[in-house]
């Protein structure tokens, strides 16, 4: 990792997001909020607020429909869109043949 404030020039070259790297978090805050000057004013409630008013934009009075694999991501991407529209919203379940037996 490197800093230089003069010239607000940051870098990484690991993994400050896992919890074993030692002073992972403070580097991604300096990297963030010195670096990059963004204002740490964010909660993961302002993210789903944005993003269901940006489904909610997208949509209008249409309505959608959201494939489930079973995973973490498509499950919280149908999450958000339910959120946002409700039932404009169908969900599918496509089974890939990758899901466990049970």
């Known amino acids: 990792a490197f ?3 003069e010239k607000k020039l940051y870098g990484v070259q690991y993994h400050p997001e896992v919890l074993h790297s030692t002073h992972g978090q403070q ?7 010195r670096g990059a000057g963004i204002e740490p004013n964010w909660t993961t409630t302002n993210v789903v607020e944005e993003q269901v008013a940006l489904i909610r934009e997208q949509v209008g009075d249409k ?4 494939g489930l694999s079973g995973g973490v991501d498509s499950a919280v991407a149908a999450a958000l869109v339910q959120k ?3 039932s404009q919203l169908t969900c ?6 990758l899901m466990r037996k049970g």
């Open 63 to 66: 309505r959608a429909i959201c």
């Open 3 to 5: 800093e230089n404030d």
């Open 27 to 33: 580097v991604l805050e300096h990297f963030l909020y």
């Open 92 to 97: 599918v379940y496509v089974d890939h043949g």
């Open 84 to 86: 946002a529209i409700g």
